[in-house]
């Protein structure tokens, strides 16, 4: 074999690096294999850490993952700028859900109730009150929901200053695709690499998004079961910040979001659509983000448009991550984060590392599948589904 690590992490986004960088911190000699490191989800993705304004009826246990993950953000946070010199823009100036018509209201208030049955800090408020937090809103919101403690990071800059942390902890970046794993009759002793080289490790951890699912040399009862879910996303740009905090809206039943950053950047996302592989932004697909942005924050249609990017999220049946040791021995998944891929980066790290608790563990444990194979149908591709990414 080429070279021999404690630890090699597939994967360089922003769940594989910040794995990477909690493990290696820890002393041991880390490498994370990915020909683009940096370049995929993570790239497209908005960076909203909301788990209580997005929270929905079906996914509490993805709640207690995500505020779990919110509560270690400002430490990981303060932590990465130091260790990189890089600054992420962290913000921590909430969530402001709104509602456009008076049917959105009416669901606005039925997610209130529930929010506040579950003790979840959120404040009601009337559109007056929403305009007087965001003077760019339109006059035709009918109301909003505060979600203070929601907050946001831009996700490049976070993969950026990972790279940047690693580096100076000498961790190595393989930049090359991963052709299979090396195994022998008892365990993972590494992986394969596309250039035919190997690369031994004491320990794998899969964390390569919407392509865990494709990685040969798994036995069929250990492949995660991930789907790619395409999510068109659109930058814009400002001289200055057009918003204060995150503008989450539902527009006559349809989803959007604005996520401003502190050079002037806004981003608008986000389509989520079963498309398989696909990666074509789409004219309908930015359309629809436009329409729906516009009625929210007319003055949005007077920005400069910055980018346009399609990334894949990697989804499960059930929503929920998989991220811990597998059966087979030696390794272990960090995959199938969906649209809280930024969200719960430091929870996944911690949990990788054997430093969160044991219940965490349980909720997201891969060995869910291989007990229990899910029966919920995966849908076919072609058929959209409402907005949810991040």
């Known amino acids: 074999m080429a070279d021999h690590f404690d630890v090699l992490v597939i994967g360089g986004g922003v769940i594989g690096l910040s794995v990477a960088w909690r493990t290696a911190a820890s002393g041991l000699r880390v490498a994370v294999v990915d020909p683009a490191p940096a370049s995929g989800a993570s790239h497209a993705a ?26 270690r953000w400002p430490a990981f946070a303060a932590e990465l700028e130091v260790a990189s010199g890089h600054d992420l823009d962290y913000r921590t100036d ?104 190997s690369v031994g490790a004491g320990r794998v951890i899969l964390a390569a998004g919407v392509w865990s699912g494709a990685l040969e040399g798994l036995p069929p009862e250990v492949l995660p079961p991930v789907r790619p879910v395409k999510g068109q996303i659109m930058r814009l740009r400002s001289p200055t910040p057009i918003l204060q905090r995150c503008v989450r809206g539902v527009v006559h039943g349809s989803h959007v979001y604005l996520v401003p950053r502190g050079d002037g950047e806004l981003v608008v996302g986000a389509t989520q659509e079963e498309m398989g592989f696909d990666t074509r932004v789409t004219a309908g697909g930015l359309w629809e983000l436009l ?81 229990a194979p899910p029966t919920s149908p995966t849908p076919e591709p072609g058929v959209s589904t409402p907005e949810g990414s991040r």
Not at 52 to 67: F, K, R
Not at 104 to 130: H, M, N, S, V, Y
Not at 316 to 337: C, E, K, M, R, V
């Open 46 to 71: 908005a960076g909203m850490l909301a788990p209580v304004s997005e929270v929905t009826y079906t996914e509490e246990p993805l709640l207690q993952l995500g505020l779990a993950s919110l509560e």
């Open 94 to 197: 909430g969530t402001l859900d709104v509602a456009f018509d008076s049917d959105d209201l009416a669901a606005l208030d039925e997610l209130a109730t529930f929010i506040g049955k579950l003790g979840l800090p959120a404040q009601r408020l009337t559109g007056r009150e929403c305009r007087r937090l965001e003077p760019m809103l339109a006059p035709s919101v009918r109301g909003g929901l505060l979600a203070g403690g929601d907050a946001w990071v831009d996700p490049r800059r976070v993969t950026g200053a990972l790279l940047a942390a690693l580096e100076r902890l000498g961790c190595a970046l393989i930049r090359s695709r991963v052709a299979g794993l090396e195994a022998s009759p008892e365990t993972v002793t590494g992986v394969r690499l596309a250039t035919g080289e």
């Open 291 to 371: 329409r729906d942005a516009r009625e929210l924050v007319p003055g949005v249609t007077e920005l400069e448009v910055a980018d346009v990017v399609a990334g894949l999220r990697p989804g499960t049946p059930d929503n929920l991550p998989l991220i811990g040791p597998t059966s087979l021995p030696g390794l272990s998944l960090a995959t199938g984060h969906h649209r809280a891929g930024v969200l719960l980066a430091p929870l996944t790290a911690d949990l990788c590392s054997g430093e969160a608790d044991r219940g965490l563990s349980a909720i997201c444990s891969p060995l869910r599948f291989q007990e």
